[in-house]
């Protein structure tokens, strides 16, 4: 099974290959370009580089959020039209369920405790001094997405072991820190590139038997958008 999947709910970004089981490749966008621009060329220059046609692509996945609104559009319209254009089935994965994924994995978090006895705290970005967050334990989600700020955010969390990922705990790795003490820890990376945990979650799906089609797939906002705050405040 041939898995390609694409995220663009981080400034990073990064695409992803993937072969039964085996990540063939993980690499991050050119941030100096639009994602317009760019992501249908990284993404064919990434099959070309691996020798993988598009007609050998079993499955596709593509991170629906959060983060920024214009690149989770862009992300998903292009998958869309790939999926569209191959008839394969288009799997919409959180970046929370990703982060989470790479946690549990123990992937180097700097002698932390083991990611199944702690929280799992995932933060992505939000701009505006705020990060997206969610809560884990055991690989499952225990409390849902949600925006605020990041000193808000902790109280709940002082004196617990946490495990913090993601590039909003990159940005707020100091207050995490001055907050929580030794009781916060970090993966390492600390924002690590999604694509390809995205595709290894895909591949579970679809080998759950899930087809989902690609114009079901809905962006994972958390917080409303400016026109739309625009358009209550006239």
């Known amino acids: 099974m041939v898995v390609l999947a694409l995220d663009t709910t981080t400034s990073a970004g990064s695409c992803a290959l993937l072969r039964d089981d085996d990540l063939v490749r993980v690499q991050a966008s ?3 370009r639009p994602q317009a621009s760019r992501l249908p060329g990284e993404l064919a220059a990434m099959l070309e580089r691996e020798g993988v046609a598009l007609p050998e692509i079993d ?3 593509v991170g ?3 983060g920024s609104f214009t690149g989770l559009r862009v ?20 970046a929370f369920d990703a982060l989470a994924l790479i946690a549990f994995g123990g992937s180097g978090t700097n002698g932390s405790p083991d990611p199944l006895h702690v929280h799992v705290a995932p933060w ?6 705020e990060v ?6 055991n690989g499952r989600e225990i409390e849902p997405p949600t925006v605020d ?11 617990r072991p946490m495990l913090f990922t993601g590039d909003g705990a990159a940005m707020y790795r100091a207050t995490i820190s001055a907050a929580l003490g030794n009781r916060a820890e970090f993966t390492e990376p600390v924002a690590p590139l999604l694509a390809g945990a995205m595709g290894t979650l895909a591949a579970r799906e679809f080998r759950a038997g899930q087809r989902p089609v690609p114009h079901a797939i809905r962006p994972l906002y958390v917080r409303r958008s400016d ?4 358009r209550d405040r006239s």
Not at 227 to 230: G, P, Q, R, T
């Open 30 to 32: 050119d941030q100096s």
């Open 59 to 61: 499955i596709l996945a």
């Open 64 to 66: 629906i959020g959060p």
């Open 75 to 94: 992300g998903i319209a292009t998958m869309q039209g790939l999926a569209m254009a191959l008839n394969r089935p288009l799997f919409g994965i959180s």
């Open 124 to 129: 992505v970005d939000a701009w505006r001094g």
């Open 132 to 137: 997206y967050a969610a809560l884990y334990q």
């Open 149 to 159: 700020l990041p000193e808000h955010l902790l109280q709940p969390f002082i004196g």
């Open 227 to 230: 026109a739309e705050l625009a």
